[in-house]
């Protein structure tokens, strides 16, 4: 089913191109016989006023194509541009996605004013009138305005990048997108959170560096608590082989609580952010077999502790 979609969306994609390729080349053989177009439809071809003057319009029709055709084309080819000039890295892509929504916008004012030039519309009254209405919203749109200076900052700052997992107000998520006025993030279960760029107040990014998966193991307080540590030393090795996802050494941080019926026994690996709670459930159940294995009875490992290297 998933490559029927795929293969329907290749398709899908190959036709738009074919039709937009069409569209550029009407685009430039109107513009090569542009002369002949306007004389043509600007004569009387019907005894019909109505129709006559309908077909006058013609020109100015496929003079807005023209220029909406241009448009999609400037655009894709600046996107283009700016995907290789700002390179391939999670800074370069955000850098990249702002200047294309701000091109995108600048080529939809521009495009919109010259069409409605080419239709007789005076539009020098059109953006001084604009000028004035700007100068209106803006004062009271200064939250959007706040926004859009917020997300410059953050790009040019490099607080977060897309794909960095952060933490913002207490909702922890991975950035798929920093726009000019709102930035997205999916948590574990897909769930997209858009916060918009000035109330992030504060940020945690716990890409920056490497995270600490911890653990803790109970056992019985009436054991020899050093042939129970040996015996788990021994199989840290073991385990850090199969945990692929563990970046270095586990270690065994000594014992973190003792109360009248056991004894509980800390443990924490170096990880990545985007692996930290897999890794913490692997190393549970690995832990548990060493104990199984070697006839250690265990009592029910307590609620894991998420937080730095203590």
């Not at 600046?78 to 916008?105: E, H, M, P, Q, Y």
């Not at 410059?152 to 991975?174: H, N």
């Not at 970046?247 to 014992?255: F, N």
Request: with cysteine; charged share 20%.
């Amino acid at each position: 089913m998933e490559g029927r979609k795929t293969k329907n969306g290749v398709v899908k994609e190959v036709f738009e191109y074919i039709f937009f390729a069409i569209l550029v080349a009407g685009t430039i053989l109107a513009y090569l016989y542009r002369a002949d177009i306007s004389a043509y439809f600007e004569s009387e071809l019907t005894a019909n006023d109505t129709i006559n003057q309908i077909l006058h319009v013609v020109p100015k029709v496929i003079i807005s194509i023209q220029i909406i055709v241009c448009a999609i084309a400037l655009n894709m080819i600046l996107r283009l541009v700016a995907r290789f000039t700002f390179g391939l890295t999670d800074k370069g892509k955000t850098l990249a996605n702002i200047f294309a929504s701000l091109i995108k916008w600048a080529i939809i004012i521009a495009s919109i004013l010259w069409i409605l030039s080419v239709w007789g519309i005076n539009t020098e009254a059109l953006v001084a009138g604009a000028g004035i209405l700007a100068l209106v919203v803006g004062l009271g749109a200064q939250s959007l305005i706040a926004d859009i200076l917020a997300g410059i900052f953050i790009v040019l700052e490099g607080e977060y990048l897309v794909g960095d997992i952060v933490v913002i107000d207490g909702w922890r998520g991975k950035i798929v997108s920093i726009g000019i006025r709102t930035t997205q993030l999916e948590d574990a279960g897909g769930n997209i959170r858009i916060i918009n760029n000035a109330e992030i107040k504060s940020v945690t990014n716990q890409t920056k560096h490497q995270s600490v998966a911890n653990c803790t193991v109970n056992i019985a307080s009436n054991l020899n608590l050093e042939s129970v540590e040996n015996i788990i030393k021994e199989s840290l090795a073991t385990i850090k082989q199969k945990l692929t996802s563990i970046t270095g050494e586990i270690a065994y941080k000594g014992v973190s609580s003792i109360n009248e019926s056991s004894i509980q026994l800390l443990f924490s690996a170096p990880c990545y952010e985007e692996d930290l709670y897999q890794v913490e459930r692997d190393l549970n159940r690995e832990l548990k077999l060493v104990l199984d294995k070697n006839s250690i009875p265990a009592f029910a490992v307590p609620m894991i502790n998420v937080s730095e290297n203590k």
